[in-house]
């Protein structure tokens, strides 16, 4: 079946500007995370939504980001002003549910470059 | 809080050789294990897991044992090839995500 789908797979943008990252997880799958993947830091957790419930925003670097998930499904990730340490790749992730137990399946990530 | 430690790279293996990435980690609880792989140019792949103590988890040739009394998850091949080169990462489930290591580098030479 299909797996989680992410767009735009690349992404140029000036520093200043506002960008929308789209992830589509994978169907069934109530559990959506959002992730960064940069040189320096590693694979950086940012927010995770469970269902319909509140999203725990705890790893989101700061007030320029942002992310909802409609109807429990589609998900997109908005950075605002962007800067330069922006630049990564954003990696979006599903499972069944939020558990300790659960498997995540990656999406192939939105690489931002912020000129 | 959780955290996950792992073996620093880069680590160069020539074709056929045996591999060991190191990893250990830190938790509460009893979290399941991973070693998710990014081959170059492509997204992240689980590769592994192990949901409890003694389990191991295997795929492609490649076996981790998820031992909790050394809080380990070492990942090992018998003989790698040219096609194994990627970066590993092994990590542990939250309820809020997955903890990721730094990753490891291999790459592998004819």
């Known amino acids: 079946g299909a797996g989680v789908s992410q767009s735009p797979s690349n992404k140029v943008t000036e520093k200043g500007k506002d960008v929308e990252l789209r992830c589509d997880p994978i169907?069934?799958?109530?559990?959506l995370y959002w992730y960064r993947q940069s040189l320096g830091q590693g694979l950086e957790f940012l927010i995770y939504f469970q269902g319909n419930s509140a999203p725990d925003k705890s790893g989101l670097p700061s007030d320029r980001f942002s992310a909802e998930r409609t109807g429990g499904s589609v998900s997109t990730l908005t950075i605002q002003r962007t800067q330069q340490e922006d630049s990564a790749v954003y990696l979006c992730?599903?499972?069944?549910?939020?558990?300790?137990?659960?498997?995540?399946?990656f999406g192939p990530g939105t690489r931002l470059l912020v000129l | 809080g959780n955290s996950v430690t792992q073996m620093e790279g880069p680590v160069t293996l020539s074709e056929e050789a045996f591999l060991t990435i190191n990893c250990t980690y830190t938790a509460t609880g009893y979290p399941s294990l991973f070693w998710y792989v990014q081959y170059p140019g492509e997204g992240l792949q689980l590769l592994l897991k192990?949901?409890?103590?003694?389990d191991k988890g295997s795929n492609k040739g490649f076996e981790a044992t998820y031992r909790k009394e050394t809080t380990s998850f070492h990942l090992e091949k018998g003989s790698v090839q040219v096609s194994d080169s990627a970066v590993y990462f092994c990590a542990l489930s939250q309820v809020e995500g997955v903890r990721f290591g730094a990753g490891t580098r291999l790459t592998v030479k004819p």
């Open positions: 192990a949901t409890k103590a003694d």
């Open positions: 169907s069934g799958h109530t559990a």
């Open positions: 992730a599903s499972s069944l549910a939020a558990r300790v137990r659960e498997t995540q399946y």
